[in-house]
């Protein structure tokens, strides 16, 4: 009750400042008491227009960025994973297609894993009738976040992951999107010492993935507390290949 007490009250001061404000400027500006009601609405439209305004530039710029990002997008990401399959630990549906829109370019091929739990093994399980070692994968992709209540799987499930990760040797990496909250799964992963990002869906997320499955980088990115950047730098043999085959084109004209 003291709190709601103490918010009226804090409300009831606030306008009588206003109105008070308003008052004092009429007088200054030689208008009348009357006049008030259109002083503010004059003031509040201005406010209006200048925001407006404001958007319409932050909206222009918007599509700049996007279409230019979106230019460079296959400089970055294009034929990088090139005769390489990648596993896709998920069974979101929704994520499934985000990661393979964000590899679309790159040459890879997907194949996607159901990891189980088995209560009976009390063990962690691939759905199906799979073959790891035949599939002659380069990579895991892991957008699964495990069912249960609050933790019961976490700790077993990225036991799992490290001991399939030691068993294969290849880059292991989550992939989420940023839900803005503190307990997110991604937050979880890195803890665990898993690499990853939290911008699934984006060019940020496409870029990060692209460039932990296909270098030895590693780190914690995206925009979530913990994150060591937004997105990691391009890898210098990236840079390096690059510049040798536009050495190469020049030489050849």
Request: net charge negative; aromatic share 12%; hydrophobic share 45%.
């Amino acid at each position: 009750m003291y709190n709601m007490r103490y918010h009226l009250a804090s409300l009831v001061a606030v306008f009588l400042a206003l109105t008070i404000g308003l008052l004092l400027g009429g007088t200054i500006a030689g208008r009348a008491p009357e006049n008030i009601h259109d002083t503010l609405i004059e003031g509040i439209q201005r406010d209006v227009d200048i925001q407006r305004e404001r958007n319409d530039e932050l909206r222009a710029e918007n599509i700049i960025i996007r279409d230019f990002s979106d230019m460079l997008m296959d400089d970055f990401v294009a034929d990088r994973l090139l005769g390489k399959t990648i596993l896709v630990f998920g069974t979101d549906a929704q994520d499934i297609q985000r990661v393979t829109v964000a590899f679309a370019d790159t040459g890879a091929e997907l194949v996607q894993i159901s990891p189980n739990f088995d209560h009976e093994a009390d063990a962690w399980t691939f759905g199906g009738d799979f073959d790891l070692e035949a599939l002659d994968f380069h990579g895991i992709v892991n957008i699964f976040e495990p069912a249960g209540i609050e933790g019961e799987y976490l700790s077993d499930y990225f036991e799992f992951l490290q001991q399939t990760q030691e068993n294969y040797e290849v880059p292991l990496i989550f992939a989420a999107i940023d839900t803005y909250e503190e307990d997110n799964f991604i937050v979880y992963a890195w803890d665990a010492g898993f690499s990853g990002t939290n911008q699934l869906g984006n060019h940020y997320g496409t870029y990060t993935m692209v460039v932990l499955l296909g270098s030895n980088t590693e780190g914690m990115f995206g925009s979530t507390e913990g994150a060591l950047a937004l997105y990691p730098p391009t890898p210098s043999q990236w840079t390096i290949a690059a510049d040798a085959a536009n050495d190469a084109e020049n030489v050849a004209e």
